[in-house]
């Protein structure tokens, strides 16, 4: 499958990247390297993963990079949890709200694929 500019949960994946780093601004600066870091890994790991995958030659290959989107999805997760009990961000149901739909997303393209 080819083509991942035309995946609706792909373009959603990459417009949720730019909303963690504008988020993980405000951050202190001590975490730039820590929770900040992991973070933008953890969001740009589910779109590229998506990306990633739809560029392989074989649906096999593909399910197993939304697989791995999919465990990144869960990791961000914790992160966004973890931020807000440090005091780090406020009121992140919106960002859990977005991130389970992108989730459902991929697990829905996961079983079509």
């Known amino acids: ?4 500019h035309r995946l609706k949960v792909w ?3 990459v417009d949720y990247v730019v909303e963690i780093y504008n988020l993980t601004k405000r951050f202190p600066v001590a975490e730039q390297y820590g929770l900040n870091s992991q973070m933008r ?6 779109a590229s ?3 990633e995958g739809a560029g392989r030659n074989s ?10 989107a999919q465990g990144s999805v869960a990791e961000l997760e914790t992160q966004l949890i973890i931020a807000e009990r440090l005091g780090y961000c406020t009121n992140i149901g919106g960002f ?18």
């Open 41 to 46: 890994r953890a969001a740009l790991s589910i």
């Open 96 to 113: 859990l709200t977005e991130l389970d739909e992108i989730s459902k997303m991929i697990i829905g393209l996961k079983k079509k694929v």
């Open 59 to 68: 649906r096999k290959e593909f399910r197993q990079f939304l697989s791995i």
């Open 49 to 51: 993963n998506i990306a």
């Open 11 to 13: 373009k959603r994946s």
């Open 1 to 4: 499958m080819k083509g991942h």
